[in-house]
Each structure stands twice: as C-alpha cells, then as structure tokens.
T-cell receptor, first 113, second 111 residues
Framework: DSGVTQTPKHLITATGQRVTLRCSPR?????VYWYQQSLDQGLQFLIQ???????AKGNILERFSAQQFPDLHSELNLSSLELGDSALYFC????????????FGEGSRLTVL | DAKTTQPPSMDCAEGRAANLPCNHS???????VYWYRQIHSQGPQYIIH???NNETNEMASLIITEDRKSSTLILPHATLRDTAVYYC????????????FGAGTRLTVKP
C-alpha cells in the first residue's frame, strides 16, 4: 500500500461525457502528479501540482484539467470524452519537488463507450 | 524526447539473477538514474536510484558505469513475482518535475 488513494477504481461512461478522478496523496506529501496509461502504452505524464500550484505540464489535452485543493487532494477533470480517452489514470505523490521517489496509487480505469 | 534506451523484453529463470540494462548516453552531470517497475496494471513502484556510485537496497542493486552512460539493474534472485515492466528514468537532481517514463523492459521470470 503506497498510501496514495485514487477513486473511483473503475468508471464506465459514454462519449461526450465528463468525469472527475480524485486523488488523495500520502500524508505529508505536497506534490501530486497525474499520468495516463493507454492500452499497451507507456505512462504519459499529464500534469504536476505542488502545494496547490501547477508546477509542470506534460501532454495534457485542453479537454482535461486538474487542480489541487488546500487539503492537498487533487482532481483530474476529463470532459467531452472520446473513445481514445479510455485508459488507466495514475496519481502519484512526493514530499516535494526536490527529489526522492514518487508513490503511485493503484489507478482509475476509465472506459469510454 | 527519450533520454534512456532499454531492451523491450527479457526473460530470466526463477532463482537466477536478472540483469536489466539501460543506456543513457546523454545523461548530464546533475541527473540521477531512477528505476521503477509496474506489475501488470498496478501503480508503478520505486525500486532504486543513484547518481554515480553503485547502490544496493533490499530489492535490487544498481550498477552505473564510470562514464555514467549506462547502468544495470540487478535483481539478485528473481522470483515469479518480479515479472513486470521495468522503467529506467533519468531526471535532474533536486527536481521531480515532469518525470517521464519510456517504454521500459518487460521482464518475464520463468519457472
């Protein structure tokens, strides 16, 4: 158990819909990262937050947005969903941005039909 | 841009050492080498990291060449539970921003 909690574990929705994925980082971790992993694809970095502020942005689509709240949990919002958005979405956390390991949650599996 | 090159797949016999290579010929002086693994579709798990010295922990050993252009992750006594995709990542020291994973090496441990 990494200490990072992601909900929901599984989500099935239709094209055009909007969903929100939630991540609670490990206790004491200030930085949260979101990754997308499509079928047979590697982990694609989406975005990183540190203590409520956006710190780095990767290959995140404009239809996707994220935020980190004062209690440090983070949400990833995916809108106007397309079939190709079906993937595992992982959240990771770390103490800060200055080094050390990332602790990953078990992921949220999104299926868009 | 990929900073590391790994073989796409490797096999290892159970109980034997698994040696996973990684090429990072463009590594900078302030960049660390990190290894993670992902078992099936679980969240990736940190294994080990190093700068220039060899490192060992309870999971694995990391051997970094003197010129730092390549490294090898060693699982000393591989078990079936070590079957996973292993990722070698290079990133700057003191900077977790934008840690990018490549395709990794799919290690299959066989009985």
């Amino acid at each position: 158990d990494s200490g990072v909690t992601q909900t929901p574990k599984h989500l099935i929705t239709a094209t055009g819909q909007r969903v929100t994925l939630r991540c609670s980082p490990r206790s004491g971790d200030l930085s949260v990262y979101w990754y997308q992993q499509s079928l047979d694809q590697g982990l694609q970095f989406l975005i990183q937050y540190y203590n409520g502020e956006e710190r780095a942005k990767g290959n995140i689509l404009e239809r996707f947005s994220a935020q980190q709240f004062p209690d440090l949990h983070s949400e990833l919002n995916l809108s106007s969903l397309e079939l190709g958005d079906s993937a595992l979405y992982f959240c990771a956390s770390s103490v800060d941005t200055s080094g050390g390991e990332l602790f990953f949650g078990e992921g949220s599996r999104l299926t868009v039909l | 841009d990929a900073k590391t090159t790994q073989p796409p797949s490797m096999d290892c016999a159970e109980g034997r050492a698994a040696n996973l290579p990684c090429n990072h010929s463009t590594i900078s002086g302030n960049e660390y080498v990190y290894w993670y693994r992902q078992i099936h579709s679980q969240g990736p798990q940190y294994i080990i990291h190093g700068l220039k010295n060899n490192e060992t922990n309870e999971m694995a050993s990391l051997i970094i060449t003197e010129d730092r252009k390549s490294s090898t992750l060693i699982l000393p006594h591989a078990t079936l539970r070590d079957t996973a995709v292993y990722y070698c990542i290079v990133r700057p020291a003191f900077n977790n921003n934008d840690m990018r994973f490549g395709a990794g090496t799919r290690l299959t441990v066989k009985p």
